[in-house]
Nanobody, 124 residues
């Protein structure tokens, strides 16, 4: 049984930083893309970043490409996202996701496994 467990969300002022984590279990590391999606109230879920598990290819959505960094610890089957220079518009529930296929495509319909989400709130 695959489980994705997020942690590390919270509240921060604009310009601040947060790191969120996603620990995977039951997943064949190296066979999946993993990434982060976010959903703000009243908005659709959108892709933020992805990484090839066991590899080094990453993809970022334009709004975060110069501020967020996705990384992984293969030994811990864990993916991280360091979020710097946070803005109020980054406020959302952040979901860890795993899917097979093209990791560069951040499309929620392709996701096979979801985490429960972790809230990130950025105040101005």
């Amino acid at each position: 049984q695959v489980q994705l467990v997020e942690s590390g969300g919270g509240s921060v002022q604009a310009g601040g930083s947060l790191r969120i984590s996603c620990a995977a279990s039951g997943l064949t590391w190296g066979s999946y893309c993993m990434g982060w999606f976010r959903q703000a109230p009243g908005k659709e879920r959108e892709g933020v970043a992805s990484i090839v598990t066991g590899g080094d290819s990453t993809v970022y959505a334009d709004p975060v490409s110069d501020r967020f960094t996705i990384s992984q610890d293969n030994a811990k089957s864990t993916v991280y996202m360091q979020m710097n220079s946070l803005k109020p518009e980054d406020t959302a529930m952040y979901f860890c996701a795993a899917w097979r296929g093209l990791c560069r495509i951040l499309n929620s319909t392709r996701v096979k496994y979801w985490g429960q989400g972790t809230q990130v709130t950025v105040s101005s």
